[in-house]
């Protein structure tokens, strides 16, 4: 990567198309005069990156890609549960760029990566395996008209695939969704001579959404699996804004978008009695549009300098969001799925406020802020309360709709001079939901209500050739809705389940250390030749953090059911040693 930008209070207006923070990442250009390669070989993971010219001095490219293997490290350190888990990545990179002429350039790139865990419990009547990963690939045309104005026109692939399958007892299940995006989009940059940065564009997306898919068994009895849950639909943006200075000490950034959506079929509704019976249905055709959405986004953020050490950040920011994670209040399992807005789902949108004082000390070697924000959320999307995955019921039947909100506080400061860098960031946030069919219309915690998050890093350059580095995590535990008791019902097992979100998975934290030896330049015989020795401890003191929870039964309708509550963890202590290179 070459540069990650985390976009928090303001979202300026070129973004769109979610409620949350922005995170934009560019990959690093390849050398386009040498060849180069970088890489490291280690316990834990191994990496590689190949660069150079493709023509010199007229295009380059950037061949990456990494693998671990924690889940054959894991096993001399798992102990209980973790014994029969196992954890492992990989992804590839691939970025290549030419001059076509001195005003024009062409961009390719891609990724492809997957990710996948697995787990089964010391009784062996629970299982679990769950893959899940991202591919893209991405086309731009850079044009220059001059040296004020310039054009970027891209396409873009995306493919996100989810997918859970579990086993308990004689009943097996399995989950899969994704999402499949083609995207083509154009922007303008205009650099005025009068202090003005104007920006504009327009986006065109076409999503196929498959939200769930689900087959399953019980015993020697195959439940009649659904694959007719496929959706797409069109959704377009177009934005301007401006970034300027109307005076020495304030920055404006100010803009406005606009967001559309359309669902199209093929796609079918149903009309229903009192008794849930179907009496009629509407038949819409490929391509034909069954419901659209849009609307304007203000967007507004200002910088107000006190000195030149010190100021103050305000934005206020109006967001849409068209597609939805939904998750299974009733179940603490990974199975969150995307759905897109339809005639019964209303697109998500939201109001953000935030304001934060910035002031540096130490000659700027030390940086501090202190921010606070609110977020009002509406058409919040929840599973009804006793949801069950249905093989042959779409899934938005079994939605409810509601509002959220979420506000906190987060504190910063920086070390970025001298032998001893670091930074300590903490958030205190909550975040709530409100729903008339959940929680008897109770305000109850959102899953993602983290009340504490804490990170501490440090570096220390002990001699140019020693450095050492600690990192350290803390955050709240995610809110849980669990099963308090348990009846016999016609000799079937019914839970009777606490208020929403009412429980708390244990806390995450632990504790990485590192340090790094970097062998002296002199005493190379290879001057073109870089390397050094990372040794590593991950999650120091084995911290079994948790991943998910599963109810663990024993026993028979005639003496008795036992059900516990089981933890799964993925990662315990981790020792690792890595040689990097670089040539």
Request: hydrophobic share 35%; net charge positive; glycine share 8%.
């Amino acid at each position: 990567m070459n540069n990650v930008t985390l976009i928090k209070g303001g979202m300026p207006a070129k973004y769109g198309g979610r409620l949350s923070s922005v995170v934009d990442v560019s990959m690093k250009e390849g050398n386009m005069k040498e060849y180069h390669a970088e890489g490291g070989i280690g316990l834990i993971a191994s990496r590689l990156t190949l660069e150079g010219p493709i023509k010199k001095d007229k295009g380059s490219f950037m061949l990456s890609g990494r693998r671990t293997y924690i889940d054959v490290l894991i096993k001399p350190f798992a102990t209980g549960a973790l014994k029969n888990s196992g954890y492992f990545f990989y992804d590839a990179n691939l970025k290549a760029n030419y001059k076509i002429t001195d005003k024009d350039r062409v961009y390719l790139s891609g990724y492809f990566g997957r990710d996948k865990f697995k787990f089964a419990g010391e009784s062996g009547s629970f299982a679990a395996d769950i893959p899940w990963g991202n591919s893209t690939a991405t086309l731009r045309w850079n044009h220059l008209f001059n040296d004020r104005l310039f054009l970027n026109t891209t396409a873009v692939y995306n493919d996100y695939q989810f997918s859970f399958g579990a086993t308990q007892n004689d009943f097996d299940f399995k989950l899969s969704s994704g999402v499949r995006d083609l995207n083509a989009k154009i922007d303008l940059d205009y650099f005025s001579a009068f202090n003005h940065n104007f920006k504009g564009g327009v986006a065109y997306t076409y999503h196929k959404f498959i939200p769930n898919q689900i087959s399953g068994s019980v015993g020697e009895v195959e439940l009649q699996p659904n694959n007719a849950l496929i959706k797409y639909a069109h959704e377009g943006g177009a934005y301007i804004m401006d970034e300027f200075d109307p005076f020495s000490w304030l920055k404006v950034n100010a803009g406005i978008r606009y967001s559309w959506f359309g669902q199209i079929g093929p796609y079918t509704t149903y009309t229903t009695d009192l008794n849930g019976k179907r009496t009629d249905s509407t038949v819409y055709s490929t391509g034909q549009i069954v419901e659209t959405y849009g609307g304007w986004e203000p967007r507004l953020n200002m910088r107000f300098d006190l000195s030149e050490k010190s100021s103050i950040k305000a934005a206020v920011t109006k967001t849409y969001q068209y597609i939805h994670l939904v998750s299974n209040n009733g179940s603490t399992l990974p199975t969150d799925l995307w759905v897109p807005s339809t005639l019964i789902v209303r697109p998500q949108q939201s109001w953000q406020y935030s304001l934060g004082y910035f002031r540096n000390f130490l000659d700027n070697a030390l940086e501090t802020s202190v921010e606070v924000y609110y977020k009002d959320m509406r058409n919040q999307v929840e599973y009804r309360e006793g949801y069950i995955p249905s093989t042959i019921q779409d899934p938005e039947l079994d939605f409810v709709f509601g509002s959220g909100e979420a506000y906190g506080a987060e504190f910063f400061i920086n070390k970025t001079k001298g032998k001893f860098t670091g930074w300590i960031g903490y958030t205190l946030a909550w975040t709530y939901r409100k729903f008339p069919d959940l929680n008897r219309g109770n305000r109850y915690p959102a899953k993602y209500d983290r009340r504490h998050d804490l990170s501490l890093v440090g570096t220390y350059e002990y001699s140019p050739r020693w450095t050492f580095s600690s990192v350290f995590v803390y955050g709240s535990g995610n809110a849980i809705t669990l099963p308090t008791n348990y009846y016999f019902i016609s000799q079937t097992v019914v839970p009777q389940y606490s208020d929403l979100n009412a429980y708390r998975l244990f806390a995450y934290h632990r504790l990485d250390l590192s340090a790094v030896l970097t062998p002296q330049r002199q005493k190379r015989k290879n001057k073109r030749w870089e390397s050094s020795w990372a040794f590593s401890i991950y999650n120091v003191y084995s911290r079994q953090n948790p991943y998910f929870l599963y109810v663990d039964t024993e026993g028979d309708l005639s003496q008795g059911v036992q059900a516990t509550v089981k933890q799964v963890s993925i990662f315990p202590i981790l020792p690792s040693i890595t040689y990097n290179f670089k040539f």
